[in-house]
């Protein structure tokens, strides 16, 4: 719970964690989304302002179970300030490969890190490990 400006104690909840897709215009490979996407994540879900505390793992090749083929990158912050009654570490990775259209698009997973309800990375992984393309709606 946190106190509003002129208000009383109002309950909030956010979720352990997040995914989803998002377009990626600009970029030139999957490594170069895998390796960005990630960190723009945990910097702006937990360590804003500060970037001194995100670290950043090697991008790798990863491939679902429909065959599409990609980069993976995982970033974590570690250090973020609590300043804050909820301020944790957070976590994120970005499965960046080219869509049936040839357009370059990422799928990413940002969530907290060492708290109840922590999404593991093996999880993460399996749920990366489902990306598929969207059949055509001309084909239904």
Not at 33 to 62: L, M, N
Not at 83 to 97: I, V
Not at 102 to 129: C, H, K, M, N
């Amino acid at each position: 719970m946190r106190l509003g400006p002129g208000q009383g104690r109002t309950k909030e909840y956010t979720p352990p964690a997040a995914a989803g897709s998002k377009g990626d215009n600009g970029a030139r490979n999957t490594e170069e989304i895998a390796g960005a996407d990630p960190k723009t994540w945990v910097h702006g879900q937990y360590t804003q302002p500060d970037r001194a505390v995100v670290r950043s793992g090697p991008v790798g090749s990863f491939t679902t179970e429909s065959g599409i083929r990609g980069g993976l990158g995982t970033v974590w912050s570690a250090g973020v300030e609590k300043s804050k009654e909820c301020a944790t570490d957070g976590k994120a990775m970005t499965f960046a490969f080219k869509n049936a259209q040839g357009d370059l698009v990422p799928w990413s997973f940002y969530g907290a890190e060492d708290v109840s309800g922590e999404v593991p990375e093996a999880t993460v992984r399996q749920i990366a490990a489902t990306v598929q393309f969207a059949e055509d709606p001309s084909d239904s």
